[in-house]
């Protein structure tokens, strides 16, 4: 290696140590000097210990130009002090309320970068937050509660399921012959998606919801607007008015209109207005409502 290459990895070296060295300094601002620097100690000695005798006096001039006023007596062979899991973290829990938003951020990001946290742990990015809030008629980049939200997914989650379920049995009946069926189980999909399995995508939930979604909705609105069409067909075929017309070309020889009307609806009435019959016709006429509906046919 080149004295070169010695000088920028000392350098670097010098600076991640020095910006660690700041932290703590800042941390522990309150407290006692000599706990000041015994913290500042164990973090210069622990990160000399992996370096070979030959390259510590040049990190050491390195990390003196991070900080020209200060000249540290340092021991060289002293053994370091290794904290422990539970030190390491009751030092971050300290340091925590010091430390500015952007600063906890870059910390998270190094630690997951190190495999110290699992990458599911990332921070999303401000603008997700934001997006987030508006759902729920807020503003603001903060991260929301997680148990909270996590509480809330479980609910809606529950309810969507439910809801779901139903609305598809119920296609299953009205929409018997519809194309309109479900690409996917939200049940199946939804918790691998959630767990980060890249196989299911962001997309394809979307899609799924929605189609669910646009089914909910014809089915809310296919009543009214079936009811009718049934009603101005059921009309057209039974009024004594309509009968009178259609007896009128339909009436034999010596028939009177009377008996004629009556012999046509009896006709009607079989062919038509039995109660299976009726029940059948409004039942297709919902669902050729809820497919118009769903396709945003208008009327």
Not at 3 to 8: L, R, T, V
Request: aromatic share 8%; proline share 6%.
């Amino acid at each position: 290696m080149t004295s070169g290459a010695i000088d920028s990895d000392a350098k670097a070296w010098a600076a991640s140590l020095a910006a660690r060295l700041r932290l703590i300094q800042s941390g522990f601002e309150a407290d006692e000097p000599v706990t000041r620097e015994g913290f500042l100690t164990e973090e210069i000695e622990r990160a000399l210990k992996p370096l070979p005798p030959s390259r510590r006096p040049t990190c050491l001039n390195a990390l003196e130009d991070e900080f020209p006023a200060w000249e540290p007596e340092l021991p060289e062979t002293a053994p370091a002090h290794e904290p422990s899991l539970d030190e390491l973290v009751k030092l971050l829990q300290k340091l925590g309320p010091t430390l500015s938003d952007e600063t906890r951020g870059r910390i998270a990001l190094e630690l997951i970068a190190s495999k110290v946290i699992p990458e599911s742990a990332k921070p999303a990015p401000s603008g997700q937050y934001e997006d987030f809030w508006k759902r729920f008629g807020r503003s603001g980049a903060t991260p929301p509660s997680t148990e909270r939200s996590l509480r809330l997914l479980a609910l809606l989650s529950e309810f969507f399921v439910a809801l779901d379920q139903l609305a598809w049995t119920l296609w299953r009946n009205v929409g018997a012959k519809s194309a309109y069926r479900k690409e996917f189980e939200f049940q199946k999909i939804s918790g691998p998606y959630v767990a980060g399995d890249a196989e299911v995508s962001s997309d394809q939930m979307r899609q799924t919801v929605e189609r669910t979604r646009k089914l909910v909705a014809a089915l809310l609105g296919a009543p009214s607007r079936g009811a009718a069409d049934f009603a101005s067909a059921h009309s057209a075929a039974f009024a004594p008015e309509s009968i009178e017309v259609s007896a009128r070309q339909e009436k034999r020889a010596l028939e009177s209109l009377d008996a004629a009307s009556w012999r046509l609806y009896k006709e009607r009435f079989k062919n038509a207005g039995a109660a299976l019959q009726v029940e059948n016709a409004i039942q297709l006429a919902v669902g050729r409502a809820a497919e118009d509906l769903i396709g945003g046919r208008a009327r």
